[in-house]
């Protein structure tokens, strides 16, 4: 950021250089977060009849939340991370990679038995397919398998990825939700003022409130609007994962009682593709836990601002604009709450109930 330097103009006997009064052009530098915002002074209410204090209140609104969208810009809330990226990259790869592992060879080294192996085919055979030691045939079924363990892992990894994604968006989400709830003004009411301008001075602070939380949290409510139905098929596939494994596996000891094709699936297979999953779903579930129970802390904060106002009804001696103010509040305060909630596509809010199931 550049500086204006102000003219030089004739130097004086005590050697520094004059300036006339107005002309220093130093511009006010926002690289403290702070400075924007104590500055700010949240608008005050007066009378019902002081019409230019209203106006006044209006105009400072309007600085405050414009000095709110600069401010958040520069923060870099909007931004993820390259740390969580990598966090997350490398402990989904492990999982998934470690769960193809299980489900192609380990479970047979775990078990330390080989006669299913060796029943199901001759040495002949197993020679006859993987070559001899030492030779040529051998190294190229090594290589093979190896191959088919990154293929599978590296397919289920980017079936993973997605959960990935959605817990990134929600972490950025919950860091701007905290820096929300962190620079909002408070409720300020002048001490002589009646009913209704009470009502209306908080009706206009939780619309304010609610388009700063409103810039704050659209790119991440975009993000979460895109990712959250594959998530929830992603989540759904976790579950019929777990369920099929269970059933292959009480199927085997009841064969009269189900069909011999049945008993050719391998559960294991089921078992790692629904472990591969448990991790980042529960990541991304944990995640939305946190964003949501931000936002129950912001409606905590939001009902003790506006609670000496909400303490007691209406009067009856006010009329019915009173009343309709009431009601206008308490349906402010409600959608100010519901607007940044994550929820499923059917509108249920995520929470720990998910995590539980899976």
Known sequence: ??????PRGPRGSDGAAARKPGQDGDEEDFDDLGTVLS??????????????????AAVEANRFGDRFHRTFLQSGQLHIFHSEVLAHMVCTSFV?????????HAYRLLSGSFAPLYAESSIADLFQAYGEPGTFRRLFAVIVAVLFWCLLSERLYGIASIANVASMTLRQRRR??????????????????????????????IEEHARCSGFALELSSLRWAVVRTPVMMLYMCALQAFAGATFLSLSQRFEPLVCPGILCADPLALLAIGTALTFPLAVLIFCATQAN???RLFGDSLQESIQ??????????AGDEADVLYVQLRVKAAEALRQ???????????GCCEMVIL
């Open 293 to 295: 129970r931000e936002v």
């Open 340 to 350: 940044g909630t994550v929820c499923w596509p059917g509108g249920r809010e995520v």
């Open 96 to 104: 998934v990679g470690l769960a193809m592992l299980q489900a192609l």
């Open 39 to 56: 500055g700010i002074s949240p608008p005050k209410v007066a009378g019902a009849g002081s019409s230019g204090a209203a106006a006044e």
């Open 308 to 317: 000496k106002v909400l303490s007691q009804p209406p009067s009856t001696e």
């Open 1 to 6: 950021r550049q500086r204006r330097k102000p």
């Open 176 to 205: 701007a939700l905290r820096f929300t709830c962190a620079n909002v003004p408070p409720l300020v009411i002048a001490p002589d003022a009646d009913e209704q301008t009470s009502m209306r001075a908080a009706i206009a602070w």
